[in-house]
């Protein structure tokens, strides 16, 4: 298509292209590199190297680069595993897995299946791919600045991951002439005009019109609901105010175990509030026995557990997250519950039967801001010092929002597979540089129902309830030892060397 040929047909030794998804720019240059690595020496040839965010990318991408060698250049190429050393600056070495093709002409094309911070031994022409997604694109960037003293090139690629992120700052750098980048910018509605809706029909057997390409694209876009501006992001190549996602669906999926219970969900109509007293009681009972009793009767008695709750009345979703800390000091997701339209009284019954039916409960910490006030002083009130009452502010999440987010990487926290749950942790962001669900982000789940990302921070809520420390309780006794005697009046005489009037007895929980 167009913007793919124009992309090509550029040979400035830096460039930089901000592209919408499914856009067909890393194909076209998986073509470029296969032409540059298949060149004499004479003709410009070198080695490429290219640098994704995941490894099947890696994969992808060579695999691309396999069946151009096969279609331009007419060479049969095997795929070779290989082992890239990557030079750290404090001395260290970290191998890193690549995959490789040669060509007659000497020069090869590595996908690195990972993403080294320092690549200051390589030379020839370097991609890094879906730059606004690696951990330090910036490093990446100055480690092949080198390689262009004896001709290499750098090619960055990206989707937008934030209008903060160091790739459109990278960018912005570009168009202020504060680097030598040239710039690129492919939406997805270019890529439909170039002829990308008639090439999916080709390659379907479809008959292509005008008005199917218009249903087309608008269908595309509709998939993306309320979320305006992630959808302008990835498909319109517009970063979003928010600075970028603090986790990634590969992240989030890789802490996800199909051996946790699924969520349990229970919504109420309007006119659920209405009713008699009673009748709201028996019907909270009766989802608390038919429901939750099971699962709280299932969990470990010999394991310390701990809840979070993110409080909604009306709009959004009351959710819990009860964490089971593992000896493994593994957090797991053994019960999560979301309360919609759910009046103030039966969310609080709610709470107490769940925390009551909580082995070696060592605490939770629940949303206080506005009406979530309410219930965060009855569960302090009904469990005293083990309750955290959270102001979710700035501060908070500043100080307590990395932790959680870190607990994915070090895969300390385990989640049930819900496609809910996953949505809700792929909206937590950086905004103003703490991490957050941004305060426009909305989404529709399983159920049709409106969500603001409920079930993360009440996840990092329980994940904070798992850090707090045990509250110590001291007491004297003067309970009987071996050596009693009863003395000559009838009263009981211990002896003073073998009294034990100091036992101090520490738990997690109430006592």
């Known amino acids: 298509m167009a913007h793919q040929s124009e992309w090509i047909v550029d040979e400035s030794t830096l460039k930089i292209c901000a592209k919408g998804r499914r856009t067909g720019i890393t194909f076209a240059e998986a073509l470029d590199c296969t032409l540059i690595a298949a060149a004499r020496r004479s003709a410009g040839g070198q080695n490429v190297f290219y640098i994704p965010d995941t490894k099947p990318k890696g994969r992808e991408f060579i695999g691309y680069a396999a069946h151009f060698a096969k279609t331009v250049s007419k060479e049969l190429l095997t795929i070779e595993d290989g082992i890239y050393f990557d030079q750290k600056d404090d001395g260290t070495t970290n191998a890193i897995s690549s995959y490789i093709i040669r060509f007659a002409s000497g020069f090869r094309i590595e996908a690195l299946s990972s993403r080294p911070e320092n690549i200051r031994g390589l030379q020839g022409t370097v991609v890094i791919d879906e730059a606004a997604f690696h951990r330090d694109v910036r490093g990446v960037v100055d480690a092949v600045g080198a390689l262009l003293i004896w001709g290499g090139k750098v090619r960055i690629i990206s989707s937008h991951n934030g209008i903060n992120s160091p790739f459109n700052e990278l960018i912005k750098e570009a168009e202020a002439g504060k680097n030598g980048f040239k710039i690129h910018k492919y939406s997805f509605g270019d890529a439909v005009e170039n002829g990308l809706y008639k090439r999916v029909c080709l390659i379907k057997g479809d008959e292509w019109s005008q008005e199917k390409q218009v249903s087309w694209e608008a269908e595309i876009r509709s998939a993306y609901g309320t979320r305006t501006a992630k959808m302008k992001q990835e498909l319109d190549a517009i970063p979003a105010e928010a600075e970028g996602s603090a986790l990634s669906r590969v992240l989030i999926e890789s802490c996800m175990s199909r051996d946790l219970p699924a969520v349990v969900r229970w919504d109420r109509p309007d006119d659920f509030k209405n009713l008699d007293d009673f009748e709201r009681e028996e019907q909270a009972l009766e989802f608390c026995e038919g429901m939750l009793k099971p699962l709280l009767a299932a969990l470990d008695p010999e394991r310390e557990h701990c809840f979070g709750e993110d409080f909604a009345r009306s709009g959004d979703k009351t959710a819990i997250v009860v964490f089971e800390i593992g000896a493994d000091l593994v957090r797991r997701a053994r019960l999560i519950v979301e309360l919609k339209n759910i009046p103030f009284d039966q969310q609080r019954d709610i709470l107490f039967y769940i925390g009551d039916?909580?082995?070696?409960?060592?605490?939770?910490?629940?949303?206080a801001r506005g009406n979530g006030q309410y219930l965060a002083e009855k569960a302090r009130q009904r469990w005293g010092?083990?309750?955290?009452?959270?102001?979710?502010?700035?501060?908070?999440?500043?100080?307590?929002?990395?932790?959680?987010?870190?607990?994915f990487s070090d895969k300390t926290v385990l989640l049930p597979f819900d496609g809910d749950v996953l949505i809700d942790h792929q909206a937590l962001a950086y905004v103003n540089g703490i991490i957050k669900v941004p305060d426009d982000h909305?989404?529709?789940?399983?159920?049709?129902?409106?969500?603001?990302?409920?079930?993360?921070?009440?996840g990092a809520l329980a994940f904070f309830a798992s850090q707090q420390g045990p509250i110590s309780y001291d007491y004297e006794t003067n309970r009987k030892t071996a050596s009693s005697q009863v003395g000559h009046n009838g009263g009981v005489a211990l002896d003073d060397d073998r009294r034990d009037n100091s036992i101090n007895v520490y738990l997690r929980g109430s006592l």
């Open 442 to 458: 909305s989404t529709k789940g399983v159920d049709g129902y409106d969500r603001h990302g409920d079930t993360a921070p009440a």
């Open 357 to 367: 039916g909580l082995p070696r409960r060592m605490g939770g910490a629940l949303d």
């Open 385 to 407: 010092e083990t309750i955290v009452e959270v102001m979710l502010s700035a501060k908070w999440y500043s100080l307590h929002m990395p932790a959680y987010i870190e607990a």
